[in-house]
């Protein structure tokens, strides 16, 4: 059974910039979640997906940030315009059910120059 | 609110000896779920171990064990015979049971744990 998927693996860009992550979960899997370590801090959780909707968005820190998970498989996280600030590892979870355990993805190392 | 508490920033321990990663946390939920996961170098994030808080015995997942105590708000990590490949992050997390906390994990901030020969 193949784990969670994330892509790109890292991310160079411009303060300004867009860039789109994107995740997908262990087949099967109807929730999704998404956190961030910013530099030296603790991952934080940022929402969680359950199917298409999104059943928790209380960590998302500003409207820069769009989620969606069109069609409840795989889902898409956007930074438009990103800020240097924004820059540390965004992970991917996924859990069959929203008790079960959540299986993270390698993460996507993004970098705002 | 949640709050999880790892002392210990780094860890060296040598080859084939214990070591005891330490974690204690803080909730409101009375009942709560806690999480070990161990970061390699390589950057994934691999689940080991997960206790209840309503179990009865201490979870154990081969070298992993979980000293899970209650009263003390404690869930530390007990790694056995320590193989270099242990060498990695490792985080302690947890995760309420009420509505409003079931999805969220809360993490520490990790503990770097080098395993010398």
């Known amino acids: 059974e193949a784990g969670v998927t994330q892509f790109p693996s890292h991310s160079v860009i411009e303060k300004g910039q867009t860039v789109t992550l994107r995740c997908d979960p262990i087949?099967?899997?109807?929730?999704l979640y998404w956190y961030r370590r910013v530099m030296g801090k603790e991952i934080k959780f940022l929402l969680h997906?359950?199917?298409?909707?999104?059943?928790?968005e209380s960590g998302m820190p500003n409207n820069r940030f769009l989620a969606e998970r069109t069609g409840g498989t795989y889902s898409t996280l956007k930074v438009q315009p990103a800020e240097l600030e924004d820059s540390g590892v965004y992970f991917c979870?996924?859990?069959?059910?929203?008790?079960?355990?959540?299986?993270f993805g390698p993460g996507t190392r993004l970098l705002v120059l | 609110a949640q709050k999880i508490t790892q002392t210990q920033p780094g860890m060296f321990v040598q080859e084939k000896e214990a070591v005891t990663l330490d974690c204690t946390y803080d909730?409101?939920?009375?009942?709560?779920?806690l999480f070990w996961y161990k970061q390699p170098s390589s950057g994934e994030m691999i689940f080991l171990i997960y206790q209840g808080s309503y179990d009865q015995q201490n979870a154990t997942e081969g070298r992993y064990s979980l000293n899970f105590q209650k009263a003390r708000k404690s869930a530390n990590l007990v790694i056995s015979a320590s193989q270099l490949g242990d060498s990695a992050m490792y985080f302690c997390?947890?995760?309420?049971?009420?509505?409003?906390?079931?999805?969220?994990?809360?993490f520490g901030t990790g503990t770097r744990l080098q395993v010398t020969l």
């Open positions: 979870a996924s859990s069959r059910g929203r008790q079960e355990t959540q299986y």
């Open positions: 997390a947890m995760r309420g049971f009420n509505t409003g906390t079931a999805s969220k994990l809360t």
């Open positions: 997906f359950v199917k298409e909707s999104k059943q928790d």
């Open positions: 909730t409101s939920d009375p009942s709560y779920g």
């Open positions: 087949s099967g899997h109807d929730n």
